[in-house]
Structure formats: C-alpha cells, structure tokens
C-alpha cells in the first residue's frame, strides 16, 4: 500500500469507532504508546499519581557515582495482570527521558520464556544496554568491554568465539548493518539462552557460577554508556513483564540475588508477580527495594453495594471508551451498556476490552445491546465456572468478598494471580473479579449465613 492507500486504515486504529467492526479492532487490548491520543489518565481512580511518585523518587536522588551502589535507584513496579500496567511504563519511560537514558527491555523477550538465571538477567541487561546506543541513541559503545565480557564468557563456558558469531552471521543481518563483532556474538548467545536445550542449561551452570565477576564485567559496559552520557544523563534500565514468570524464579533472582542486582551501577526499575511481594519465599522485597504499587482502578468504595458505580471512576472508564468508540452510534443504549460493561469487569481494563469485543461477536446487529454483553458474560463464565468448581477456592473466595480482605490462607495470592480477586485504592481492600462474583456458586454461599462460610474452613 502506499501512504495514501494506509492512511484509512491507520485512522481507523486511531479516531472512535462508528461502526462495530471498527470498534472490536479498537478495542484490542494492548499497551498504548505513551502519546497516544486514546491514552486516559486512571491515577484519580487509582489513588493517586503514581507515576509522578516514581519519577520524583529518581530525579531526587543523588547522581550515580562509580563505586558507590547506594547512589543507583532500584525500584519495583507491581499491579494486577490486565491493570494497564505496560501502559504506564510507557509514559513512565517517556517523563523520565528528559533526565535519564532509559533502556526498556521485555524480559519475555530477552530471556528464556520459561525461566531464567541472575546471571542471564544481568548479562542480557549489558547486552541490552550496547543495543540501545547502537540502534536508538546512534552512538555505539567503546567495542573493549564487551570484548572483555564476551572473552569471559567464552572462558567460563568454553564455547567457540567463530562458531557462535557464524550462527548469528546464518539467521541475523547485525554484521551487515554494522554491529561489531561482540554485539553479533552476544545476540547468538542470548538466542541460544531463549532456547531449553542441554547447551542452555550447561551455559547458566557455568556462568552462574561467577556472579560477581559478570555483575563487575556489566558495569564495565555501564560505566562506558555513562561515558557516553556526560554528567547530566543516567541511565535507567527498565525490565518489564517479570510478573509472566513463577514466583520461585523471580525470587531466586530479585531476593536472593540482592546483593549482586544492587552492586549494578546503573537505575533499575523492575516488575515482579504481584504474589511474591505478598506472599515471600526469602526475605520480603519490600525490605529489599523500593516498592510502588499500581491498584486497580475502584469503580465504587468499600462497603458499597457491589452494582454501584461512582465516580470518578466510572467517569474516567466511561472516558476510556469514549476515545476509542463513538458510543451512541455503537451502543443502542450507551448508558445502559456502559455501565453494564463496567460492573462485570470491576474495573479491569483488559476485561473491559475484551468483554466489548466477545460482545461484538455475540451481537446481532449493528449495534451492541445489554443482550449482546450478558450474552458475552455467559460464555466467559462457561469455563471459568469449571475452573472454579475445581480449584477448591469456593469457601476462600465467598470469605475474602465478605471481608474486603485476604484471608489467613496463603492461597489467597493464587486468586490474585489469577485475576479472581481484584485489589483497590484507598483503604487497599479487595473484592472478587464480577465474573467470579456472579457465579451462582459462589452466590449461593455469599447469600447464606455467615455461619455458612466459617473462617476456619477451608476448602
């Protein structure tokens, strides 16, 4: 296509929707760019503007020096799966440019999917780190660091140098668009890494042997960026999506790993499972980092009727679906269908955007009804309702809605993790997901006694 030929199509991903096709495209669920005009500021419903908490918590503080770790930020970044949460660090990276140098990386992208090692971690931070100068800031880093690191790599693993780079060199163009030698080998390593394979795991044994010479080897590759940088620039490395990975794995790098992950010099900010800085394996992350958390935005308070709907809540989600949905020429009663929409999703915006889209599916005209969503309800719920039956969370879920609170019962943070119990600003009280909510299994037990869901039992 031509500019003028994909001019439409971009509009169409970008202006409110007229039409339902339009709008089940607009309404796919994900991460928004941080200037993107469908972007709504949620902080109001939230409690509070977190984001301005973390940008003030690494401007404030005192420049980075060599040789002194407590001058580098560590801090982590927690919310609920579907909480928007990718959306934020987004804006959160772009106010914090104007001060820092930020490198953003996936940690689903950069390392094994399944699990990974501190050391895998820190090497695909240095690594990550080269990437950035070369392709974004167009000022490649001096080739001596990484030439140490990649000659300590090969030392400790005993791999061949030309055999990995001629595996990059076969499946990558990095040596054509003039990456040096270290950078094409490194991203064979990484991929290698991203692999489960025996090579993988005879790698991590070999170099996770010798953290504190990787950690002091990545700052070598830090201190060069810095150098690069000047004295008015730090860098900040961002790794998200560390809450897609097992708690036991995080742990092992984020507490036990404490002390190496805070030798780096260089800012972090990081994104654990919400879980494992509630519910800790080792020592509390909280006593080891700065935490900031990222609730759920409450469409109501503690204590209110679970059908009311209260701003600036409701305001703001209302807002929210404005920009990506002319709602009188998509919903044939916007008031209706909106505040439907918005007491079955509790205020999860990935279940708001996918409810309106199951609801596209299921309507049967050509604008989306109350029919349509309850329609799109019943089928959410078909499997959720297996889900829940077997799982033996009943009695548990029935307590903690009763509540407001999580019950004594490690279990608690499996419903958290499964989105079942959504966690609110204020008072930091918690409630369950509508979808589990409206089940007529757990209605059954939140309409009975109180002796009926006795705090000792447990299913």
């Known amino acids: 296509l031509s500019l003028h030929d994909a001019l439409p199509i971009l509009n169409d991903h970008i202006h409110p929707a007229t039409e339902l096709r339009q709008a089940y495209r607009n309404c796919t669920p994900r991460p928004l760019r941080p200037d993107h005009p469908w972007y709504v500021d949620l ?6 503007d977190l984001k301005k908490r973390i940008v003030r918590a690494f401007v404030l503080k005192e420049p980075g020096e060599a040789g002194r770790t407590d001058t580098w930020k560590q801090l982590l970044f927690l919310g609920l799966r579907g909480s928007g949460k990718t959306t934020e660090i987004n804006r959160l990276c772009a106010d914090l440019r104007h001060r820092f140098e930020v490198v953003y990386l996936e940690a689903n992208t950069e390392l094994n999917p399944g699990e990974f090692d501190l050391s895998e971690l820190v090497l695909a931070m240095a690594v990550g780190v080269e990437r950035h100068f070369r392709e974004h800031v167009n000022q490649p880093l001096p080739e001596a660091p990484l030439r140490a690191l990649r000659n300590w790599y090969t030392e400790i693993t005993r791999e061949r140098v030309d055999e990995r780079v001629r595996e990059v060199k076969a499946t990558a163009s990095l040596a054509a668009a003039g990456a040096p030698e270290s950078a094409t080998f490194f991203a064979s390593v990484l991929g290698m890494l991203r692999r489960t394979t025996t090579e993988r795991t005879k790698v991590v044994e070999a170099i996770r ?11 070598d590759v830090f201190h060069a960026a810095h150098q690069v940088l000047g004295d008015s620039r730090e860098l900040v490395i961002v790794v998200d999506n560390l809450d897609r990975y097992g708690p036991e794995t995080v742990d092992q790098c984020l507490a036990s790993g404490v002390q190496h992950l ?19 394996h080792t020592e509390p992350l909280n006593n080891l980092y700065a935490t ?26 209302r807002d929210t679906l404005e920009c990506r949905i ?16 918005l007491r079955l999703t509790g205020g999860s915006l990935r279940d708001l955007m996918e409810l309106i889209r199951e609801a596209i599916i299921h309507s049967k005209g050509e604008m989306l009804t109350t029919d349509d969503v309850q329609a799109a309800l019943r089928k959410r719920q078909g499997i959720l309702s297996d889900q829940v039956q077997l799982s033996g969370y009943t009695v548990l879920l029935a307590q903690i809605e009763r509540r407001n609170s999580l019950v004594e019962d490690e279990r608690s943070l499996d419903l958290l993790y499964r989105r079942w119990v959504l966690k609110y600003n204020h008072t930091d009280w918690y409630a369950l997901h509508p979808y589990v909510r409206l089940l007529p299994e757990v209605q059954r037990l939140l309409a009975g006694a109180e002796s009926d869901v006795p705090d000792e039992q447990h299913a």
Do not use: H, I, W
Not at 209 to 219: C, D, G, I
Not at 303 to 316: A, E, K, T
């Open 43 to 48: 902080s109001d419903a939230r409690g509070g």
């Open 326 to 341: 002319e709602l009188a020429r998509c919903f044939q009663d916007p008031d209706a269908v909106v505040d439907l929409l």
């Open 209 to 219: 042997r010798y953290p504190a010479e990787l950690v002091k080897l990545a700052n």
């Open 292 to 317: 900031e958390f990222m609730f759920t935005p409450a469409l109501r308070l503690e204590g209110d009727p679970v059908d009311m709907l209260r701003d600036p809540g409701r305001r703001l989600l």
């Open 262 to 280: 805070q030798s780096l010099e260089a800012n972090l900010l990081l994104t654990p499972p919400v879980d494992l800085l509630l519910r800790p």
